[in-house]
C-alpha cells in the first residue's frame, strides 16, 4: 500500500463524519469499560520522586543541544473556585478571599520567573499559554494582566499563537470579555454540563442565560475558538433534559463542542460524595443520551475528532485531522506539534524532551518550595524508548484513526509486527467485533471503533497490563 493510499483512507474516517460514527450499543456494553483516556503515557500513577528540579533543570539544558528549535506551550492553574461542584475531578480550593488569591498570584509570578531564568538563552518562542482550573476567571483583570505581563517578558508568544482561558459564565460580564480579549487571550473554554434546573440542583447552578451571553460576547470580540464542555450521565439526567440542553448550545454555534462522560468515583474523589448514587441515570439511558448526541452534532455540521470531541467543518483541528497533523496532550487536541510544556502553578504538569514532571499539589508545600527559591517540582519521569514507542502508538490512533506500521518502524528500530505480537493477537478479538481492521501494513479504526478508542489503546498501555497480569496472579495464588 503507498502512502498515499493510506492517507486517503484516513480521509475516510475523518472527512465524512456522516455515517461514518456507527453507534453500536451491544459493542459498547461489551467493550466500554473504566479506561484512561490518555492525555499522558505513562499516567500520572507511574511518576517517581527521584525526578525532581534537577533533573528537569538537566533537560531543559539538553535543549540548547544540536540547536534545537522546539516551540513551548505553557500551562496556568489556577485551582480557585466560587463553589464546589460535585461532578470535578481536578485540583481546587474553595477560597474566594482576595488575599488569598493575591498571594496565589504573588508565587505565581516568582514560580514564571524561575522558569524564565531557567530557559534564558534557550527558545522561548511559545506556540500555546493555557489557563486552566478551578477557574481561571476568579482572577481580577489586573491579576491577569500581571501574569500575562510576566510571561510577555520572560517568554516570546508567537504571532498567531494561542492564549486560551476557561471561564466560569457566572463570574463574566459583557465588560470583563471585551478585558480578556484586550489582554491578549483569542481562545476559551465554559463548562456548562446541562441547563436543566433538576439537573443542575444536583451539582452545580450556572443559568442558560449567563452561559449563552458569554458565548455570544465572546464571538463579538471575535475569539478565534470558543470550545464548550457537556457533560452526560449526571444525576438527574435523562434524554429530553440533554437534548434540550444540546439543542441551545448547538444554536449559539460555538466552534467545539465535548461531551463528557460522568464516571462516579467517589472512593477517588471524595467531592462526587456529595453525589447520590441512586439518582445516577442507568447505563442504557447513557448510552441512549451519547447517541443521540452524535447523531445531532453530526447533522448540524460538527466534525467528530475523537474521544468525544467535535468540531465545525471550518476548525483548523479538522483541517489538521485531515493532514494528519493533529495532536493531543492532557489539555486537550491541539494542532501545535512537537511542543515542550511548562506547567507553572499547583499541581501543573510540564514535560520536556522525553520528561514529564508535576508541581506539588498541596498549596504549603507549593509556597515552601518557592519561599526557597526553587521550582515546586514534586516528582516525574523520565520516559523509555519503548514508553516512547507506545505513547506514539496511541497518539497515532487517538488523533487519526488509523496506524501505519511503516511510520512507526521509520521512528523507532522495530518490526511492529514482531515487537507488538501478543497485542496484534489480543487485537483479534477487536477485529471480530467490526471494531478495526488488521491489515499487513496498518491498523484502522472502523466508524463502529472510534467511539471506543481508548478500550483498544489500553491493548497496548504495558502499565494496565501488568496491572491485569499481577491481579491475575493475585487471584490463582492459594490461600495458605
Sequence with gaps: MTALSIYERRLVYSQHPIGMLEVDLDVIRRFDIKTPNYPLYPSIDNFTNTFGTSAHASWVNNRRIGGVRRPLSIYIHIPFCSSLCFYCKYNHLIKTKKKNIEKYVSFLLHEIR????????????????????????????????????????????????????????????????????????????????????????????????????????????????????????????????????LDKIINARPNRISLVNYVHLPEKFKVKKHIKEKGLPLTEAKLKIIQHAINQLTKDGYIHIGINHFARQDDKLVVAQQQGRLYRNFQGYSTQLDCDLIGVGVSAIGSIGPTYNQ????????????????????????????DLL?????????????????????????????????????????????????????????????????SICMVFDKYQQESKEMALLNVQQPVI
Design 114 to 245: 524561575l522558569q524564565g531564568e531557567l530557559f534564558q538563552g534557550n527558545n522561548t518562542s511559545v506556540e500555546q499559554i493555557y489557563f486552566g482550573g478551578g477557574t481561571s476567571s476568579i482572577l481580577s483583570d489586573d491579576q491577569l494582566h500581571r501574569v500575562m505581563s510576566d510571561l510577555y517578558q520572560h517568554f516570546d508568544l508567537t504571532k498567531d499563537g494561542e492564549c486560551a482561558i476557561e471561564i466560569d459564565p457566572r463570574l463574566t460580564t459583557n465588560q470583563s470579555i471585551t478585558t480578556l480579549k484586550e489582554i491578549g487571550f483569542n481562545s476559551m473554554t465554559l463548562g456548562v454540563q446541562d441547563f436543566e434546573y433538576e439537573v443542575q440542583a444536583a451539582h452545580r447552578n450556572q443559568s442558560e442565560e449567563d452561559t449563552l451571553r458569554a458565548i455570544f460576547d465572546a464571538q463579538q470580540e471575535d475569539f478565534k475558538s470558543i470550545n464548550i464542555d457537556l457533560a452526560y450521565g449526571l444525576p438527574k439526567q435523562s434524554i429530553d433534559h440533554f437534548n434540550r440542553t
Design 359 to 386: 508541581n506539588y499539589c498541596d498549596l504549603d508545600q507549593y509556597y515552601s518550595r518557592l519561599k526557597q527559591n526553587r521550582l515546586p517540582i514534586m516528582h516525574g519521569l523520565e520516559l523509555t524508548a519503548d
Design 390 to 454: 507506545r505513547r506514539l502508538v496511541m497518539h497515532m490512533l487517538i488523533c487519526n484513526s488509523i496506524l501505519s506500521f511503516e511510520s512507526i518502524e521509520t521512528a523507532f528500530p522495530i518490526d511492529f509486527k514482531c515487537y507488538f505480537s501478543n497485542e496484534m493477537a489480543e487485537l483479534l478479538e477487536y477485529e471480530k467485533s467490526g471494531l478495526l481492521t488488521l491489515g499487513n501494513e496498518e491498523i484502522i479504526i472502523t466508524p463502529k471503533g472510534r467511539l471506543l478508542i481508548c
